[in-house]
């Protein structure tokens, strides 16, 4: 299945679209409309609509077009539906805010959205100094379903999406989850002969399975802490993903969406290497806490030694074997004996009984990501030693 990367970031874009906050406005008051367009402009999106009808406690905002910061062009998502609108503290609270139901083709693939609904939504006044500034945020949110078609086949599909956060307050961090009942994948549309073959024989044809994710984000001093992202998938195993960062602040926040703005406006095949050293130079504002990647296996790997196996005659237990006696001779190019002797004794342990393998970097204390890539460029064979980088099997 081969589709062009533009029509891949406009549905990536258009998913991103309704996990953000949208904006509203009170009936005709054009002065409370800007100020409303300015605390989404501060976010980095840009809104407009064409009409707007009901009154200052409920009203339809009609033919909403919607652009983020780092796209050149607008998505017409239709109109939105505001309810329970209220005054607060010089801002609005807004009771719901829901989608209408969208669709939006291009080069033969089809993305479908159920209505996404939002709950208690804030939009803080002009000027805000909480804890998010002039950041707009709502408590929960939904979508139903989400389908993606590649001609009148189903090649994805997502339902009962749900997204909780808990607002800074008291001093404590922002709490965030996302979770899905479930997800389908149509491998069948896979065109890459070799990936399709790999398919075929593992048996994953088509797949099911859920994500769930979980984090915190203190704004006050920027610590950003991912820490769950899990993506399951029924008869293969578990990915998981977490990250400890420090820096994100709300200064980074703005200089970054700024980053984004100056990058979208330049014109088709103009020179951004500026712009990359800029954000280059922005990304040294963070510094790097601890992060993992984890494979809890339900089954993949012994179908992966199954399907080796066959490939070159052998067996599975024999390309098992032969992978670990392969480990420390690739290993050893990092002159660490101590992380060699770790991974080997990991991978083996895996291989036998194969249940989980978690290659993790936890340092004994904050690394500037200024300090991460001096490193890589000047001796890359020590990072592993300065990230605390270390590797277990088959443990909670």
Do not use: C
């Not at 939904?142 to 993606?148: D, F, H, K, R, Y």
């Not at 769950?228 to 400890?244: C, P, Q, R």
Request: hydrophobic share 45%; no cysteine; proline share 5%.
């Amino acid at each position: 299945m081969t589709i062009k990367r533009s029509t891949l970031r406009k549905f990536a874009l258009s998913t991103f679209l309704f996990t953000l906050p949208l904006n509203a406005a009170l009936a005709q008051d054009a002065a409370v409309a800007d100020r409303l367009k300015a605390a989404l402009a501060a976010q980095g999106v840009d809104i407009s609509w064409t009409g707007v009808t009901g009154d200052n406690t409920s009203m339809v905002l009609q033919g909403v077009a919607i652009k983020p910061a780092a796209e050149k062009e607008s998505l017409a998502i239709g109109d939105v539906k505001l309810e329970n609108v209220t005054a607060a503290n010089g801002g609005f609270e807004i009771g719901t805010v829901s989608t209408s139901a969208f669709e939006h083709s291009k080069d033969g693939v089809t993305l479908d959205l159920s209505p996404f609904v939002i709950h208690d939504m804030t939009v803080p006044a002009d000027g805000a100094t909480g804890p998010l500034g002039a950041l707009m945020i709502y408590k929960s949110a939904e979508l139903s379903n989400m389908t993606v078609k590649v001609a009148d086949k189903t090649a994805f599909s997502m339902d009962g999406l749900a997204i909780k956060i808990t607002p800074p307050a008291d001093g404590k961090a922002m709490e965030f989850t996302g979770t899905t009942e479930k997800f389908n994948a149509d491998l069948t549309l896979v065109d890459d002969p070799k990936s399709k073959e790999v398919i075929d024989a593992l048996g994953y044809q088509n797949i099911s399975g859920n994500f769930e994710i979980a984090g915190t984000w203190q704004p006050t001093d920027g610590k950003m802490e991912l820490s769950k992202y899990d993506i399951s998938v029924e008869n293969a195993g578990t990915l998981g993903m977490t990250f400890d960062l420090g820096g994100y602040t709300m200064d980074f926040v703005k200089s970054l969406q700024d980053m984004q703005k100056k990058m979208a406006a330049q014109p088709e095949g103009a020179d951004n290497s500026a712009q990359g050293m800029a954000m280059l130079g922005l990304l040294q504002q963070l510094s790097f806490n601890s992060a993992s990647i984890r494979f809890d296996d339900d089954s993949l790997t012994g179908k992966v030694l199954d399907y080796v196996g066959k490939q070159q005659g052998m067996s599975a237990k024999d390309i098992a074997n032969q992978a670990k006696a392969i480990v420390p001779f690739g290993m050893a190019q990092l002159n660490n004996p101590e992380l060699t002797a770790e991974v080997t004794a990991a991978v083996s342990k895996y291989l036998d009984a194969p249940k989980s393998l978690e290659v993790s970097a936890e340092p004994p204390a904050s690394v500037p990501f200024a300090l991460i890539m001096a490193g890589a460029m000047s001796n890359p064979l020590d990072l592993p030693k300065t990230l605390g980088v270390h590797v277990k099997a088959n443990e909670d």
